[in-house]
């Protein structure tokens, strides 16, 4: 069982939509969560983390996990063209885990 | 403030022939990281120096595969001699609060 799952999409929806996108993982001694989005042809880029259980907001984006069933989302709202891009999810130790990512397309 | 930077931007290089790869960190970020993504794969974890010491190079694929980090600066990642498995895609990242990476743009290896 891989450590860290995401649906590779890609996930295409309208401009305006909220968007949710998920991740499951297998470790419990997991206790924190970033959020990476990258642009085609560029490298990881750090949007926000968050501590198992719970919820945090940073302007149109909200990171939430739950610790009980291994499962973490980032929400999106408004979403812009912008944010189309790949998302990941790897758990926060001293190495970065990651997973497929989830391909988002905002479409105007 | 510079961010992260990786030279060169892309690489076509022979199978036998060797590269090096370059890292340079934000300035005075102690720990420096190397990853690589292959074609269809995740981002993997290749090795962690914490300024001049190497703290962990589980993810290191072989012997053909060296990392240096001279005076706790910026890092190089040669590979020799290089096969067509080793294309892909050579991240940096580099942090001073361990868990807060961030990564450069990326070198593009291509072993024909």
């Known amino acids: 069982q891989k450590e860290v799952e995401q649906d590779p999409g890609p996930l295409s929806v309208p401009e305006g939509a909220i968007v949710s996108l998920n991740c499951t993982y297998s470790n419990s001694a997991f206790q924190y969560f970033m959020w990476y989005r990258q642009y085609s042809r560029k490298g990881p880029e750090l949007l926000m983390y968050t501590y198992s259980s719970g919820n945090k907001e940073d302007g149109r984006f909200t990171a939430q996990v739950d610790k009980s069933s291994k499962y973490i989302s980032l929400f999106i709202r408004d979403s812009q063209p912008s944010d189309s891009a790949t998302y990941l999810c790897p758990p926060r130790t001293d190495k970065l885990i990651f997973g497929t990512g989830t391909r988002l397309q905002v479409f105007p | 403030e510079a961010g992260v930077t990786q030279f060169p931007s892309h690489s076509v290089i022979e199978k036998g022939q060797t590269v090096t790869l370059r890292c340079d960190p934000i300035s005075g970020h102690d720990n420096l990281y190397w990853y690589r993504r292959v074609m269809g794969k995740e981002i993997k974890f290749l090795l962690h120096f914490v300024k001049e010491s190497k703290q962990d190079e589980s993810g290191m694929p072989n012997n053909r595969f060296l990392a240096e980090r001279t005076g706790g600066t910026y890092s190089t990642l040669k590979v020799q001699p290089a096969e067509l498995e080793d294309s892909g895609v050579y991240f940096c990242?580099?942090?001073?609060?361990?868990?807060?990476?961030?990564f450069g743009p990326g070198t593009r290896l291509t072993v024909t």
């Open positions: 990242a580099s942090s001073q609060v361990i868990y807060e990476q961030y």
